[in-house]
């Protein structure tokens, strides 16, 4: 009989290697190859940004040399401590008006006897999906001092003297913004809403509390983690908006973080170790915030809202009921009609005059910013068109590919490997495009993937793909593991569990996933601008172009193309994600 | 060694004749070809296109250029012009990262940074030209003051800036400029355009130009700020602000943007206007080089070459209304009333266009104070 020593010693030199293949297996290495893409995606680009704002250029532009000078720019350089201050006061500006708004339009269509409610609400959502910049140059349209549509109709039928409105100002950005980013207030409040316990509000009704007291002292505490979570990611969103600020702010005096860092990383006065600087701080304050909603509000929308499936009261509104349609009415006028109808107007003329000239209307400018077999074709925007196609359906795809193995990983595995994760995946949300996309400059220059289309796909990936992952994560967290541990237990390997279970059962969170992210990378312009060069331009890159080389007219009209592409992805994706795919 | 018969004779001559048709075809059939020219065609050729980084030329200049490079160096359907445009500092801030990072994605760099060209000069960035075209340019080049640095850097064509303005706009029919006194009464008041120096070379340099002839910006730019002007740098956009009436006057832009919108819409001929500064028109020289490590060098060098000769120029003026130095040089006639004639007015420019790059910044933060 043998010793239990030897029956050991003999044993462990045969384990040892079957311990190695137990961690080698397909599920391991899927995993590892995933955080290591996404660790490098994302924390690459961050380093990089911190080690660049270090480094001051000397007068040439041509060396740099190890100091501070940048961080002290920041505090004592004219511009920079104005565009700051600029920006935390757009951001909260366009914060209080998309969250009045947002709040409003969801309790009026999840919780009133308005009219039309349920017909009403795609249209709310109109301007989520819709480019801010293309916001901003349909609004300059419509309401410059001098040359805004409305403006001159004022003048001419109302006889106002000088202008009514006037959006080229601080306050236009925070208008164009607000109107824009109300949306994300709404989807994050309207869930909420529609699944609250209608026992609460009864208590406070039958306690003698009117409509009025029981909406202000019970329904809104009780939708407050959600109305938090949607300021604060309009508040994020808005502090990294460089279409809106561009348009309607720098140009009038009234520069922004991103305006400056555009101006810094690859504009007309470039020092993009200065620019890294203003990308850390503006990354820091954002990251700050999108921590608290994080870590601090979105876990209180699960202790205040039941998971349970109510179905709320409706409150009879009475005679208010068409004040309120009426109310959602000319939000959507403002958001959605008048911009896309300016544009159209405005696109139809060879120059702007700012006054309709019926004689003068054609499509010759689509003729120019579409047929790109068209001799006088311009090429930004033709090749525009085309590279936003490709980047929206490879970076969609590939995005969720990632996504589908990230979401596994947090959900369905444990230890700090999911944690780090889940934590990576926050980090991009946290840091707006334009700060993500000069780090991804900064690293990716010296190598064979500057100036092509894999730079930009690299960027919207990196910056983009927690959006995916998000929807994915909601639909897996909905699946009970069982399923998965039962085809593993019939001996199935990790991949066929994937392949014939995980993923048929996730197909509509991930189809949704896609076509959001589809959406978003056709309207891209915070990191395409950073990193385009000839022949890798992109819609928005080819709007900007437009803005600056060309007319009025011309950009309306690439706009106006943008903008149909975009809506009629908005219907494929209420027809595939249905009413709720993006509510919180 | 027998004779060639008849028919053979008759082969041999149709085929040398074939042959020779064929390479006249082949390479344009500029008679005027230089032997520098012949030489990089071939080369260029199977290079198989070029891209030029610029802060001017529109897309119609791109496509007439690309048509009349291809056509008369025989280039072939399939050869390639990229005309990238972005903003004079955008330009150079490109070229400058493109070349610390060794990584090129341009082939010529074309605008007005005269500091720039040197620096990276010094630097051994650009490819050595043998230019048969630049030696009529280099004496007008010379005498206009402008930088240039033979065989690396040359200096294809100029512009100045003009006030530019509307007169169908309200309170501007009886307008007129000739003088920077005229661009800061009181009656622009709400209608004016501040160019942003900050971001372009050229506006610094013209200020510095102006400076050095004597005039106080400084002081300028107070009363130029009490008129509300916007600030915008771009000559496109602002010549939408004027074409709207949005800001009817800019008192720096280039007569090329009138002529262009005329282009788009003619009735614009009857109320724009450009005129002139009696304290002198600042002179502004196009510098290009061929960036050593460019992918198409070859393709650089003969798009420079083609850039100096009198049909690349001509494409330009009449598309851009541009200035060239070429000696004995005639304007297309389209082109003509756009450009100043030269002889009829004071031009400015730098002494030295490279040290005067040590007052960019001083002269920006004047500005700055001013306006921001």
Request: charged share 15%.
């Given at each position: 009989?043998?010793?239990?020593?030897?029956?050991?010693?003999?044993?462990?030199?045969?384990?040892?290697?079957?311990?190695?293949?137990?961690?080698?297996?397909?599920?391991?290495?899927?995993?590892?190859?995933?955080?290591?893409?996404?660790?490098?995606?994302?924390?690459?680009?961050?380093?990089?940004?911190?080690?660049?704002?270090?480094?001051?250029?000397?007068?040439?532009?041509?060396?740099?040399?190890?100091?501070?000078?940048?961080?002290?720019?920041?505090?004592?350089?004219?511009?920079?401590?104005?565009?700051?201050?600029?920006?935390?006061?757009?951001?909260?500006?366009?914060?209080?008006?998309?969250?009045?708004?947002?709040?409003?339009?969801?309790?009026?269509?999840?919780?009133?006897?308005?009219?039309?409610?349920?017909?009403?609400?795609?249209?709310?959502?109109?301007?989520?999906?819709?480019?801010?910049?293309?916001?901003?140059?349909?609004?300059?349209?419509?309401?410059?001092?001098?040359?805004?549509?409305?403006?001159?109709?004022?003048?001419?039928?109302?006889?106002?003297?000088?202008?009514?409105?006037?959006?080229?100002?601080?306050?236009?950005?925070?208008?164009?913004?607000?109107?824009?980013?109300?949306?994300?207030?709404?989807?994050?409040?309207?869930?909420?809403?529609?699944?609250?316990?209608?026992?609460?509000?009864?208590?406070?009704?039958?306690?003698?509390?009117?409509?009025?007291?029981?909406?202000?002292?019970?329904?809104?505490?009780?939708?407050?983690?959600?109305?938090?979570?949607?300021?604060?990611?309009?508040?994020?969103?808005?502090?990294?908006?460089?279409?809106?600020?561009?348009?309607?702010?720098?140009?009038?005096?009234?520069?922004?973080?991103?305006?400056?860092?555009?101006?810094?990383?690859?504009?007309?006065?470039?020092?993009?170790?200065?620019?890294?600087?203003?990308?850390?701080?503006?990354?820091?304050?954002?990251?700050?915030?999108?921590?608290?909603?994080?870590?601090?509000?979105?876990?209180?929308?699960?202790?205040?809202?039941?998971?349970?499936?109510?179905?709320?009261?409706?409150?009879?509104?009475?005679?208010?009921?068409?004040?309120?349609?009426?109310?959602?009415?000319?939000?959507?006028?403002?958001?959605?009609?008048?911009?896309?109808?300016?544009?159209?107007?405005?696109?139809?003329?060879?120059?702007?005059?700012?006054?309709?000239?019926?004689?003068?209307?054609?499509?010759?400018?689509?003729?120019?910013?579409?047929?790109?077999?068209?001799?006088?074709?311009?090429?930004?925007?033709?090749?525009?068109?085309?590279?936003?196609?490709?980047?929206?359906?490879?970076?969609?795809?590939?995005?969720?590919?990632?996504?589908?193995?990230?979401?596994?990983?947090?959900?369905?595995?444990k230890g700090f490997g999911s944690r780090l994760l889940d934590f990576l995946c926050v980090v991009p949300i946290g840091f707006p495009g334009i700060v993500l996309a000069m780090g991804v400059l900064v690293v990716y220059i010296k190598t064979p993937i500057y100036a092509t289309l894999w730079i930009l796909l690299l960027g919207y990936i990196t910056r983009f793909f927690p959006y995916g992952q998000r929807n994915v994560s909601a639909v897996m967290l909905a699946i009970s593991e069982e399923l998965d541990q039962s085809s593993r237990m019939a001996g199935a390997s990790w991949l066929t569990t994937l392949r014939r279970i995980t993923i048929p059962l996730l197909k509509p969170g991930i189809f949704a996933g896609w076509l959001l992210l589809f959406i978003i990378f056709l309207r891209e312009l915070s990191i395409s601008i950073i990193l385009y060069t000839t022949g890798t331009e992109t819609l928005s890159v080819g709007v900007y172009y437009l803005v600056n080389f060309e007319n009025e007219p011309l950009t309306a009209a690439l706009s106006i193309a943008q903008t149909v592409v975009l809506l009629a992805c908005v219907v494929l994706f209420r027809r595939i994600a249905g009413r709720e795919a993006l509510t919180a | 060694m027998s004779r060639p018969s008849g028919t053979r004779c008759f082969l041999v001559a149709g085929v040398a004749l074939a042959s020779a048709l064929f390479a006249s075809g082949a390479a344009g059939q500029a008679a005027d070809l230089t032997p520098q020219e012949r030489a990089l065609i071939a080369a260029a050729k199977k290079e198989g296109e070029v891209t030029i980084l610029n802060p001017l030329f529109s897309d119609e200049t791109g496509q007439r250029l690309s048509e009349g490079f291809v056509k008369r160096y025989g280039l072939g359907p399939d050869f390639k012009v990229n005309n990238l445009r972005k903003g004079t500092g955008q330009t150079v801030a490109q070229v400058r990262q493109e070349i610390k990072a060794g990584r090129f994605t341009v082939d010529i760099l074309l605008v007005s940074a005269p500091a720039f060209f040197d620096e990276a000069a010094k630097r051994d960035a650009f490819e050595k030209l043998d230019s048969a075209h630049w030696k009529n340019h280099e004496a007008l080049a010379r005498k206009a003051g402008q930088y240039f640095n033979y065989p690396y850097v040359v200096v294809p064509l100029a512009y100045t800036f003009q006030p530019v303005w509307n007169i169908s706009c309200p309170g501007m029919a009886n307008f007129k400029v000739d003088s920077y006194a005229d661009t800061i009464g009181p009656a622009l008041k709400g209608k004016t355009i501040a160019s942003d120096i900050t971001k372009s070379i050229t506006y610094t340099n013209t200020a510095l130009s102006l400076m050095e002839a004597g005039f106080d910006m400084k002081s300028f730019w107070g009363k130029l700020k009490a008129t509300e002007p916007i600030v915008e740098f771009r000559t496109e956009p602002k010549m939408q602000m004027v074409v709207s009436c949005e800001r009817p006057f800019d008192m720096w832009n280039l007569s090329g943007r009138v002529y262009q919108n005329v282009l788009k819409k003619p009735e614009l001929a009857n109320v724009l206007r450009v005129g002139y500064y009696k304290e002198g028109q600042v002179m502004l020289g196009n510098q290009a080089g061929v960036l050593k490590g460019a992918p198409h060098p070859n393709a650089g060098r003969l798009l420079v070459e083609f850039l100096l000769s009198k049909e690349g120029t001509d494409i330009v003026v009449e598309t851009e209304a541009t200035y060239s130095f070429m000696q004995g040089y005639t304007p297309p006639a389209k082109a003509k009333p756009y450009l100043l004639d030269l002889s009829q007015h004071k031009l400015l420019g730098l002494k030295d266009w490279v040290a005067a790059d040590d007052r960019v910044k001083s002269v920006r933060d004047d500005w700055i104070t001013t306006f921001k």
């Amino acid at each position: 009989m043998s010793s239990p020593q030897a029956a050991l010693g003999t044993l462990a030199p045969a384990r040892a290697p079957s311990r190695w293949r137990s961690l080698v297996t397909q599920e391991s290495v899927a995993t590892l190859a995933a955080s290591l893409v996404v660790a490098a995606a994302v924390l690459l680009p961050l380093a990089t940004l911190i080690v660049s704002s270090f480094l001051v250029m000397d007068r040439s532009g041509f060396d740099a040399h190890w100091g501070l000078d940048n961080y002290r720019a920041l505090v004592f350089d004219r511009i920079i401590p104005k565009a700051f201050v600029n920006t935390l006061v757009i951001s909260t500006g366009a914060t209080v008006l998309a969250t009045v708004l947002g709040v409003s339009l969801a309790w009026i269509n999840a919780r009133t006897n308005c009219p039309w409610r349920e017909g009403l609400e795609p249209f709310n959502l109109i301007p989520f999906f819709l480019s801010p910049f293309v916001g901003a140059i349909a609004w300059h349209n419509l309401a410059a001092p001098k040359t805004g549509l409305l403006n001159a109709w004022a003048r001419d039928y109302l006889g106002v003297q000088g202008h009514l409105l006037n959006v080229d100002n601080i306050y236009g950005v925070i208008w164009v913004t607000g109107i824009f980013f109300t949306p994300l207030v709404y989807l994050f409040v309207v869930g909420s809403l529609r699944r609250m316990d209608p026992a609460l509000e009864d208590s406070a009704r039958t306690t003698g509390a009117g409509l009025l007291r029981t909406t202000l002292t019970v329904t809104l505490p009780l939708v407050l983690p959600g109305i938090l979570s949607g300021a604060i990611i309009v508040f994020v969103t808005s502090a990294g908006e460089f279409g809106v600020p561009f348009k309607l702010g720098a140009p009038y005096g009234w520069e922004t973080l991103t305006t400056q860092i555009f101006s810094k990383a690859v504009g007309d006065d470039a020092n993009h170790y200065l620019g890294a600087t203003m990308a850390m701080a503006l990354g820091a304050i954002t990251a700050v915030f999108v921590w608290i909603q994080q870590r601090v509000i979105a876990p209180r929308a699960f202790t205040t809202v039941t998971g349970k499936g109510f179905r709320p009261n409706v409150v009879d509104l009475g005679g208010w009921k068409w004040v309120a349609l009426g109310y959602n009415l000319v939000f959507i006028l403002v958001a959605v009609v008048l911009p896309i109808l300016c544009l159209f107007v405005v696109s139809l003329h060879p120059v702007w005059e700012g006054g309709i000239i019926p004689r003068d209307m054609s499509f010759r400018n689509y003729q120019k910013v579409l047929f790109f077999w068209s001799p006088d074709s311009i090429q930004a925007a033709t090749n525009g068109i085309f590279n936003s196609f490709i980047l929206a359906f490879a970076g969609a795809s590939i995005a969720m590919v990632l996504s589908l193995v990230v979401s596994y990983m947090i959900h369905r595995t444990k230890g700090f490997g999911s944690r780090l994760l889940d934590f990576l995946c926050v980090v991009p949300i946290g840091f707006p495009g334009i700060v993500l996309a000069m780090g991804v400059l900064v690293v990716y220059i010296k190598t064979p993937i500057y100036a092509t289309l894999w730079i930009l796909l690299l960027g919207y990936i990196t910056r983009f793909f927690p959006y995916g992952q998000r929807n994915v994560s909601a639909v897996m967290l909905a699946i009970s593991e069982e399923l998965d541990q039962s085809s593993r237990m019939a001996g199935a390997s990790w991949l066929t569990t994937l392949r014939r279970i995980t993923i048929p059962l996730l197909k509509p969170g991930i189809f949704a996933g896609w076509l959001l992210l589809f959406i978003i990378f056709l309207r891209e312009l915070s990191i395409s601008i950073i990193l385009y060069t000839t022949g890798t331009e992109t819609l928005s890159v080819g709007v900007y172009y437009l803005v600056n080389f060309e007319n009025e007219p011309l950009t309306a009209a690439l706009s106006i193309a943008q903008t149909v592409v975009l809506l009629a992805c908005v219907v494929l994706f209420r027809r595939i994600a249905g009413r709720e795919a993006l509510t919180a | 060694m027998s004779r060639p018969s008849g028919t053979r004779c008759f082969l041999v001559a149709g085929v040398a004749l074939a042959s020779a048709l064929f390479a006249s075809g082949a390479a344009g059939q500029a008679a005027d070809l230089t032997p520098q020219e012949r030489a990089l065609i071939a080369a260029a050729k199977k290079e198989g296109e070029v891209t030029i980084l610029n802060p001017l030329f529109s897309d119609e200049t791109g496509q007439r250029l690309s048509e009349g490079f291809v056509k008369r160096y025989g280039l072939g359907p399939d050869f390639k012009v990229n005309n990238l445009r972005k903003g004079t500092g955008q330009t150079v801030a490109q070229v400058r990262q493109e070349i610390k990072a060794g990584r090129f994605t341009v082939d010529i760099l074309l605008v007005s940074a005269p500091a720039f060209f040197d620096e990276a000069a010094k630097r051994d960035a650009f490819e050595k030209l043998d230019s048969a075209h630049w030696k009529n340019h280099e004496a007008l080049a010379r005498k206009a003051g402008q930088y240039f640095n033979y065989p690396y850097v040359v200096v294809p064509l100029a512009y100045t800036f003009q006030p530019v303005w509307n007169i169908s706009c309200p309170g501007m029919a009886n307008f007129k400029v000739d003088s920077y006194a005229d661009t800061i009464g009181p009656a622009l008041k709400g209608k004016t355009i501040a160019s942003d120096i900050t971001k372009s070379i050229t506006y610094t340099n013209t200020a510095l130009s102006l400076m050095e002839a004597g005039f106080d910006m400084k002081s300028f730019w107070g009363k130029l700020k009490a008129t509300e002007p916007i600030v915008e740098f771009r000559t496109e956009p602002k010549m939408q602000m004027v074409v709207s009436c949005e800001r009817p006057f800019d008192m720096w832009n280039l007569s090329g943007r009138v002529y262009q919108n005329v282009l788009k819409k003619p009735e614009l001929a009857n109320v724009l206007r450009v005129g002139y500064y009696k304290e002198g028109q600042v002179m502004l020289g196009n510098q290009a080089g061929v960036l050593k490590g460019a992918p198409h060098p070859n393709a650089g060098r003969l798009l420079v070459e083609f850039l100096l000769s009198k049909e690349g120029t001509d494409i330009v003026v009449e598309t851009e209304a541009t200035y060239s130095f070429m000696q004995g040089y005639t304007p297309p006639a389209k082109a003509k009333p756009y450009l100043l004639d030269l002889s009829q007015h004071k031009l400015l420019g730098l002494k030295d266009w490279v040290a005067a790059d040590d007052r960019v910044k001083s002269v920006r933060d004047d500005w700055i104070t001013t306006f921001k």
